[in-house]
T-cell receptor
């Protein structure tokens, strides 16, 4: 009963390619997120979606585009991959982002992206 | 500038001992502070969440404290077990902007038998 799942777990690709990472949550949560964890282990939020609306968009390159076909899915598409995109990408979800702000975020297992 | 700083960066203790991890933040206006545990190769898992009015919150052998005046938090682990070996991440959220969720860099805790 995986709460937040991501595919693939590992992704190795060449510079310049386009790739997607998929995320699904079966918790019935309203909000989903994408985070990037760099080599120094800092987690930085990239995007979040609430009711299919983008509510956070940190200063990430426009090569990154989140796509949410429904409330349970938030996929991350990356165009023209660069070496600096190599990192672990985590998907997360939470029940109620914005009002009480005491929502717990549940994280997926991560996708390790390596750009050669 | 909104920042979350954790100390120490890494810590090694013997199984059965207690330890305390520190988190200092400058995020404003403060909404809540969370501690996460991240095992190697896995996503973070929430341990505690505290709002402005909460000073202490426990989750089993984990006890988090919050001093909103000094903007400091600590995570105390009692009677450590080998399974406690992980990174512990402090996360602070600001109230006014959806984009202000600041993660600390974590403390890497290793428990030795």
């Amino acid at each position: 009963d995986t709460a937040v799942s991501q595919t693939p777990k590992y992704l190795v690709t060449q510079m310049g390619n386009d790739k997607s990472i998929k995320c699904e949550q079966n918790l019935g949560h309203d909000t989903m997120y994408w985070y990037k964890q760099d080599s120094k282990k800092f987690l930085k939020i990239m995007f979040s979606y609430n009711n299919k609306e983008l509510i956070i968009n940190e200063t990430v390159p426009n090569r990154f585009s989140p796509k949410s076909p429904d409330k349970a899915h938030l996929n991350l598409h990356i165009n023209s991959l660069e070496l600096g995109d190599s990192a672990v990408y985590f998907c997360a979800s939470s029940q109620d982002f914005g009002r009480a702000r005491i929502d717990t975020q549940y994280f997926g297992p991560g996708t390790r992206l390596t750009v050669l | 500038k909104n920042q979350v700083e954790q100390s120490p960066q890494s810590l090694i203790i013997l199984e059965g001992k207690n330890c305390t991890l520190q988190c200092n933040y400058t995020v404003s206006p403060f909404s809540n502070l969370r501690w996460y545990k991240q095992d190697t190769g896995r996503g973070p898992v929430s341990l505690t969440i505290m709002t402005f009015s909460e000073n202490t919150k426990s989750n089993g052998r984990y006890t988090a404290t919050l001093d909103a005046d000094t903007k400091q938090s600590s995570l105390h682990i009692t009677a450590s077990q080998l399974s406690d070996s992980a990174s512990y991440i402090c996360v602070v959220s600001a109230y006014s902007s959806a984009s202000k969720i600041i993660f600390g860099s974590g403390t890497r805790l290793s428990i030795r038998p």
